[in-house]
């Protein structure tokens, strides 16, 4: 009954490659996010997704492209990977228009590319 | 860039109760203060918010001053388990964007 999940867990691939990763939500929240948090432990946001709807796009090269085939689901595919992109991605959700609009992480994908 | 400041680490005995400062001078009037901590290896939690009033949750109680250029979270009696960064973050109500600093670094002892 995991709120946030989130697939792979860990993901070891070389540079050069594609890669993907999932991420659902059984929370029946309209909105989705990924962050990335990177070696020196800071987090930012890269993107969110309301209803499908792409609101949020942070400044990230377009070799990092979501997809949102529906509400409950966002995924991560990353294209021609490079050392850089190494780092621990978490998504999240949240629902629009609730006063407090708490977001509920995944517990994580450590990403680490060689 | 975050617009709160926070102590980049603080220690406190099990059992005592944990305050956790946050100082956020630039935060507007329709802007809310919230915090989140993250346990190692995990995924961010969500403790409690606030706008101008004093909040009280089941996890902790969020004293935020007046003038709101600042705020206190207070677990009142901390475990072993509280050990994690907690951040305070500052967030209007129209957007979704969670802007993360540093946090604070809570290490509880024995």
């Known amino acids: 009954d995991t709120a946030v999940s989130q697939t792979p867990k860990y993901l070891v691939t070389q540079m050069g490659n594609d890669k993907s990763i999932k991420c659902e939500q059984n929370?029946?929240?309209?909105?989705m996010y990924w962050y990335k948090q990177d070696s020196k432990k800071f987090l930012k946001i890269m993107f969110s997704y309301n209803n499908k709807e792409l609101i949020i796009n942070e400044t990230v090269p377009n070799r990092f492209s979501p997809k949102s085939p529906d509400k409950a689901h966002l995924n991560l595919h990353i294209n021609s990977l490079e050392l850089g992109d190494s780092a621990v991605y978490f998504c999240a959700s949240s629902q629009r228009g609730t006063v407090g609009g708490e977001q509920y992480f995944g517990p994580g994908t450590r990403l680490t590319v060689t | 860039d975050a617009k709160t400041t926070q102590p980049p680490s603080m220690d406190c005995a099990e059992g005592r109760a944990a305050n956790l400062p946050c100082n956020h001078s630039?935060?507007?009037?329709?802007?809310?203060v919230y915090w989140y901590r993250q346990i190692h290896s995990q995924g961010p939690q969500y403790i409690i918010h606030g706008l101008k009033n004093n909040e009280t949750n089941e996890m902790a109680s969020l004293i935020i001053t007046e003038d709101r250029k600042s705020s206190t979270l207070i677990l009142p009696h901390a475990t072993l388990r509280d050990t994690a960064v907690y951040y305070c973050?500052?967030?209007?109500?129209?957007?979704?964007?969670?802007?993360f600093g540093t946090g604070t670094r809570l290490q509880v002892f024995p």
């Open positions: 929370l029946g929240h309209d909105t």
């Open positions: 973050i500052v967030r209007g109500h129209n957007t979704d964007k969670l802007i």
């Open positions: 630039t935060i507007s009037g329709n802007e809310y």
